[in-house]
C-alpha cells in the first residue's frame, strides 16, 4: 500500500459527459501529479501540482482540469468525454518537488467511455 | 529533453540475478538517475534512484557508470513477482522552471521463468 489513495477505482461514463476522479495524497506529501495510461500511449504525464499552485503541465487535453485543495487532495475533471479517454488515471504524489526525492502511486481509476 | 534508452523486454530465470541497462548520453550533472517497475494492474512503484554512486536497497542495486552514461539496474534474485515493466527515468532539475516531473518511456519488460 503506497498511502496514496484514488477513487473511485471503476468508472464507465457515455460520450460527452463530465467526470471527476479524485486522489488523497500520503499523508504530508504536498506534490501531486496525475498521468493517464492507455495502451497505445503508455504512461503521460498530465500535470503537477505543489502546496495548491499548479507547477508543471504535460499533455493534458484543454478538456481537462485539475486542482490541489487546501488539504492537500487533488481532483482531476474531465468533460466532453470521448471514447479515446477510456484509460487508467493515476495520481502519485511526493514529500517535496525535489530531483531526489520519490514518488508514490495509487493504483489508479479506470475509466471506461462508452 | 534528457531521454533515456531501454531494451524493449528481457527475460531471466527465477532466482537468479537480472541486469536492467539503461543508456543516458546526455544526462546533465545534476540529473538523478531513477527507476520505477509496473506490475500488471497496478500503479508505477519506486525502485532506487541515485546520482554519482552506487545505491542500494531492499529492492534492488544501481550501478551507475563513472561517465553517468549509462546504469543498470540490478535485482539479486529474480522472483516471479518482479516480472513487471522496468522504467529508468532521469529526473532533470531545469534552472527556469525547476524540476521536472518523472517521464515515462516504454521501459523494460521483465519477463521471469520459473
Known amino acids: 500500500d503506497s498511502g496514496v489513495t484514488q477513487t473511485p477505482k471503476h468508472l464507465i461514463t457515455a460520450t460527452g459527459q463530465r467526470v471527476t476522479l479524485r486522489c488523497s495524497p500520503r499523508s504530508g506529501d504536498l506534490s501531486v501529479y496525475w498521468y493517464q495510461q492507455s495502451l497505445d500511449q503508455g504512461l503521460q504525464f498530465l500535470i503537477q501540482?505543489?502546496?495548491?499552485?499548479?507547477?508543471a503541465k504535460g499533455n493534458i487535453l484543454e478538456r481537462f482540469s485539475a486542482q490541489q485543495f487546501p488539504d492537500l487532495h487533488s481532483e482531476l475533471n474531465l468533460s466532453s468525454l470521448e471514447l479515446g479517454d477510456s484509460a487508467l488515471y493515476f495520481c502519485?504524489?511526493?514529500?517535496?518537488?525535489?530531483?531526489?526525492?520519490?514518488?508514490?502511486f495509487g493504483q489508479g481509476t479506470r475509466l471506461t467511455v462508452v | 529533453d534528457a531521454k533515456t534508452t531501454q531494451p524493449n523486454s528481457m527475460e531471466s530465470n527465477e532466482e537468479e540475478p537480472v541486469h536492467l541497462p539503461c543508456n543516458h548520453s546526455t544526462i546533465s550533472g545534476t540529473d538523478y538517475i531513477h527507476w520505477y517497475r509496473q506490475l500488471p494492474s497496478q500503479g508505477p512503484e519506486y525502485v532506487i534512484h541515485?546520482?554519482?554512486s552506487n545505491v542500494n536497497n531492499r529492492m534492488a542495486s544501481l550501478a551507475i557508470a563513472e561517465d553517468r552514461k549509462s546504469s543498470t539496474l540490478i535485482l539479486h534474485r529474480a522472483t516471479l513477482r518482479d516480472a513487471a515493466v522496468y522504467y529508468c527515468?532521469?529526473?532533470?532539475?531545469?534552472?527556469?522552471?525547476?524540476?521536472?516531473?518523472?517521464?515515462f518511456g516504454k521501459g523494460t519488460r521483465l519477463s521471469v521463468i520459473a
Open positions: 501540482y505543489y502546496n495548491g499552485e499548479e507547477r
Open positions: 527515468i532521469l529526473k532533470i532539475y531545469l534552472r527556469n522552471s525547476g524540476n521536472t516531473p518523472l517521464v
Open positions: 541515485g546520482l554519482t
Open positions: 502519485a504524489s511526493s514529500p517535496r518537488d525535489r530531483s531526489n526525492t520519490e514518488a508514490f
